[in-house]
């Protein structure tokens, strides 16, 4: 039954024992039979005017609940609009602010979904190419030996190409299970694998698998550790993963015999790694989005520099997971540097 419908039957039957109750009162007031009469029809009247003011009165609140019930109504076809009940009484106030909190929240959530079923289909889209480029460029190549259009003499070179594609798959598909991992994880990541570190066994061996890139781009590397850091305490693994990341970026986008700084102090209860370089710099409105996943400044993807702009998106992610941070300070056109900082205390989270 309606609301209204319920009112008007309420209304009717306390007028009805109203009624009643006068009707017993004048049989005990030796009235006339008119002079009853005329009671009973004051009451009636009176009850009937009384009915109609109160359902004038409420019209209000029947239009609020009418609106809420329509507004609630769309929200199954994504539309999220708010409901403003100005003249309703109090409680019907408080429920449409209610109303309008999880009608946030529900928007909220809506967006967040779109966007991440959309970076889902960028990834997808993105890595389909990216994965397509060396494999064509392979396929190309063993034809090409095949049908003898390469000069005997040039096969090395031609292997030499064919295993640097390779090269790029292979790290393509080591970065893309661990944004898997990554996210199925919630962006938690696996277990911290903590343990103590020497940091010069440690830079020898990270700086080793350098060698060959910066030699090809006759860049230099210089190392300057402050003489209190010997040892850390953290997870080698994801430290390693997060300096070459950002070494091999400062390659990357720096000319030929530039050179780049690996610096590591200490500064309190903290450990500050910071690679800078003498590359292209990256302008300002780019420096918060290079974290991002699969952002990159240069949008063509050029087999030279060509990378997913997935890097610094795990490596930001691995800093966290070591409860740590990563951020970057550029000057376009001059350089950039990026500095991670851990705590000399990893179960400690980093104050920001
Ligand atoms: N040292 C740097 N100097 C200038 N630009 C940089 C530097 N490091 C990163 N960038 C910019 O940030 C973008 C994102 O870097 P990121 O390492 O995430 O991806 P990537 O290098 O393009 O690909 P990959 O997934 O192979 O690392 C790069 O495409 C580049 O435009
Ligand atoms: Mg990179």
Do not use: C
Request: cysteine-free.
């Amino acid at each position: 039954m309606k609301l209204r419908d319920m009112m008007i039957l309420s209304f009717l039957s306390s007028s009805l024992v109203v009624i009643v109750i006068v009707w017993f009162s004048i049989r005990k007031m030796y009235l006339t039979d008119q002079d009853g009469y005329l009671i009973i029809a004051i009451t009636i009247l009176a009850n009937i005017l009384g009915a109609a003011l109160g359902l004038f009165l409420l019209r209000n609140t029947f239009h609020s609940l009418n609106k809420l019930s329509k507004q609630t109504k769309v929200i199954k076809e994504n539309q999220f609009t708010k409901i403003h009940l100005q003249h309703a009484p109090k409680e019907l106030q408080t429920l449409a602010e209610d109303f309008n909190e999880m009608v946030t929240a529900l928007a909220d959530s809506f967006n967040a979904l779109e966007k991440s079923e959309q970076d889902k289909s960028n990834l997808v889209a993105q890595l389909g190419h990216d994965i397509k480029t060396p494999i064509t460029a392979i396929k190309n190549q063993i034809e090409a030996i095949q049908d003898g259009i390469i000069a005997k003499s040039e096969i090395d070179q031609t292997l030499n190409q064919m295993a640097y594609q390779i090269e790029r798959l292979t790290a393509l598909t080591k970065q893309l299970m661990e944004v898997s991992i990554m996210e199925k994880n919630s962006l938690k990541g696996p277990q911290n694998k903590e343990q103590k570190i020497w940091l010069d066994q440690f830079l020898l061996t990270l700086l080793a698998s350098f060698e060959y890139i910066l030699k090809k781009k006759k860049q230099q590397l210089k190392l300057e550790i402050d003489a209190k850091v010997t040892t850390l305490i953290t997870d080698e693994g994801k430290l390693n993963r997060i300096l070459t990341n950002l070494i091999e970026n400062a390659s990357k986008y720096s000319g030929e015999q530039t050179t780049i700084y690996l610096k590591i102090t200490a500064v309190a209860d903290r450990v500050i790694f910071s690679v800078t370089d003498e590359g292209s710099g990256i302008r300002p409105e780019d420096q918060a989005k290079i974290f991002d996943r699969l952002y990159r400044v240069e949008k063509s993807r050029n087999p030279e520099t060509g990378g997913s702009g997935l890097g610094l998106y795990i490596s930001k992610n691995l800093a966290e997971q070591l409860n740590g941070r990563l951020e970057v300070e550029s000057d376009f056109g001059k350089g950039s540097i990026f500095r991670l900082t851990l705590s000399t205390e990893p179960e400690k989270a980093m104050p920001v």
